[in-house]
């Protein structure tokens, strides 16, 4: 029976009833129905009102309850049915429904969990930003690329007001392009700044790949194997002419009188000294020895050490030594970071050049737990800055770029942060700062 059917009845049943009750004291007939009969057409249309609120008023009441419920996102809790076939089967679609949604959110909420996993994993540093291009969300490697204990320390900031080399290169990627960067402190990095589609508009993100290690493999294995084959070519090429050279300044010492073929010969001999010299220094950057680590203080090391640097500066700078209250005690060799600190305040002494008050401080940082050279020289060009420790380059007329090489070998099998910059708008200084790891 359908609801047409069931009001037409309610209406049909309550006329019949008020005529039979009406009807008689109005004189419209004389005889009164039974009793009975009046009760039965008076209780029809009561019934007949009960049975429309069971199939149809409470039936709506669960489906707001089941709106609410949507309303809410409650899709655990479903919905019983009341008895009445349309309503049963709206809460039969109702019910498949809420299965259906939480299984999608489940599924969405495992996926979003894997994916935030992956993520907060990754070695690849991941930042994603509002819709203005602030910081909104980052993963612990970006975090340790911009050197920052957490997010609420870059959250909402642009990379251009984060401080850092890396955050200012990742600044300048342009939408949709990838840049590989190579930094101050030897590290290299490619940076990307993608986007992905979140309710209808572009998003942007970051991407920060570490390829320092890559690259200094590489080019350290290219350099090397260069670096072998000539000293093996030029030192076999070398040795026979100064066995030639000597034969013949033996032969010619005494029959040949003039002494300016004599000089000719020495000088030949000493340009070919001179060449193995050079090939044997390039050659020693692909042989340092391995590490002998051991406790060391490094107040002890720079002070043991300083003596021989005052001697190395001859007077020519003001070299003054900063050491700690305390020990700053590593894990390094003390060899081969006595070689790292003479090649960096040479080089610092090279850069002040004749400069009258130059001046080169080396300090002991127990808050880096490390060391720092600063020096007033010219400082490092912007143009420089990303090459120093590249193969072979140097900013000095006739240098072999071997020095930095070398400091950037050693520091590395240190594990060791460094960073070589000049401070522009500060003290103007050109500070060498390690850092050793701490344990």
């Not at 049943?13 to 039965?40: D, K, V």
């Not at 509002?130 to 340790?144: Q, V, W, Y």
């Not at 070519?233 to 004599?262: C, H, K, R, W, Y």
């Amino acid at each position: 029976m359908n609801m047409r059917m069931v009001f037409r009845l309610m209406a049909a049943f309550t006329l019949l009833s008020a005529a039979l009750w009406i009807g008689p004291a109005l004189n419209l007939w004389e005889a009164w129905p039974a009793l009975w009969i009046r009760i039965l057409l008076t209780i029809t249309p009561l019934g007949l009102m009960i049975w429309l609120y069971l199939s149809l008023i409470r039936p709506m009441s669960t489906i707001f309850t089941g709106m609410e419920l949507l309303r809410a996102q409650d899709f655990a809790s479903r919905l019983t049915s009341v008895g009445q076939f349309d309503a049963d089967r709206l809460v039969e679609m109702f019910n498949g429904m809420m299965d259906r949604l939480k299984s999608e959110r489940l599924r969405v909420k495992e996926q979003n969990h894997f994916l935030h996993l992956l993520i907060e994993a990754s070695p690849l540093g991941i930042a994603i930003l509002d819709f203005d291009g602030r910081i909104s969300e980052c993963n612990s490697a970006m975090l340790e690329f911009l050197s920052v204990p957490g997010i609420d320390m870059v959250k909402g900031l642009y990379f251009d007001e984060v401080e850092g080399d890396i955050a200012a290169e990742i600044a300048k990627v342009p939408d949709g392009s990838t840049m590989t960067v190579r930094l101050s402190d030897t590290k290299v990095i490619r940076c990307s700044r993608l986007s992905f589609m979140e309710s209808g508009f572009h998003r942007p993100f970051i991407i920060v790949e570490g390829l320092t290690d890559e690259v200094m493999k590489a080019e350290k294995a290219a350099y090397g194997k260069v670096i072998r084959l000539i000293a093996h070519e030029v030192n076999n090429t070398m040795a026979g002419v100064n066995s030639l050279l000597q034969t013949l300044s033996d032969v010619l010492e005494d029959s040949v009188a003039d002494p300016d073929i004599m000089a000719a010969l020495e000088s030949c001999r000493e340009r070919c000294d001179s060449l193995g010299r050079f090939i044997t220094s390039y050659a020693n950057v692909v042989k340092i020895p391995d590490l002998v680590l051991r406790p060391v203080d490094l107040n002890s090391l720079l002070t043991s050490v300083f003596p021989f640097l005052e001697s190395m500066v001859a007077g020519r700078v003001k070299l003054s030594l900063l050491t700690a209250i305390e020990p700053v005690v590593v894990d390094a060799d003390p060899v081969l970071l006595e070689q790292v600190l003479v090649n960096v305040v040479k080089n610092a002494v090279e850069s002040i050049g004749d400069k009258p008050d130059g001046e080169i401080r080396v300090s002991v940082l127990p808050a880096f737990n490390g060391i720092e050279i600063a020096d007033n020289g010219p400082g490092i060009s912007s143009e420089a800055a990303g090459k120093l420790f590249s193969p072979f380059f140097s900013t000095k007329r006739g240098g072999q770029g071997l020095g930095l090489m070398f400091v950037s070998e050693i520091l590395h099998r240190h594990d060791c942060r460094f960073s070589l910059r000049t401070d522009r708008e500060a003290d103007h200084l050109t500070r060498f700062r390690i850092s050793f790891p701490v344990e």
